[in-house]
């Protein structure tokens, strides 16, 4: 685990728990998605490691952010500025949307097959899958033709191989054996 996820924990999880009780999920995820994004920003990286005053520097990411950000969201940078904390918004938005995959029940499931897979396979996919996980189901879906057939699905620590080639890997290894 890296030091800043140990850092942006506790604020993402109070974030996250503002967010769920005032029913605003989305938009602090887009309030938290625009602010990593300007702490992102060349020019703000510099600012963010200099010697500007902690309550000189939460006004000018308030200014940065303008509209994008209410007035809580303000808050939040306000008390990640007192803290020094700004560097660690991106780490922040990644365990808000991790919080939120998980409170909704979504997964990601990564799906890599030998040839395109129509919008009626990936739909079958899909319900099956949710079944299998008792989640809903988020496909990214990506293209791989060394497999030459079937499909790899992964998700978390789980990984369903299909494959031919993953077939006839484990034929060369039984007959050799």
């Not at 940065?64 to 940078?77: A, M, P, T």
């Not at 079937?150 to 290894?173: A, F, Q």
Request: include cysteine; charge should be negative; glycine fraction near 4%.
């Amino acid at each position: 685990m890296s030091e800043m996820t140990t850092i942006a924990r506790p604020y993402a999880k109070a974030a996250f728990e503002y967010a769920v009780e005032h029913k605003a999920i989305q938009s602090w995820q887009e309030m938290l998605s625009f602010s990593a994004q300007v702490a992102a920003n060349e020019q703000v990286q510099q600012l963010l490691t200099g010697s500007v005053a902690d309550d000189k520097l939460a006004d000018i990411f308030v200014q940065l952010c303008g509209e994008q950000i209410d007035q809580n969201g303000q808050n939040f940078i306000r008390v990640l500025a007192e803290n020094k904390r700004l560097t660690a918004l991106a780490e922040i938005l990644m365990l808000f949307n991790q919080y939120k995959a998980e409170f909704e029940k979504e997964v990601d499931v990564d799906v890599t097959s030998a040839v395109e897979l129509s919008e009626q396979q990936k739909q079958e996919l899909s319900v099956s899958l949710e079944k299998r996980l008792t989640r809903k189901v988020k496909l990214n879906c990506s293209v791989d033709p060394v497999l030459i057939a079937g499909v790899v699905i992964k998700t978390g620590d789980t990984v369903i191989d299909g494959s031919v080639r993953s077939k006839l890997n484990r034929l060369t290894d039984a007959l050799q054996a």
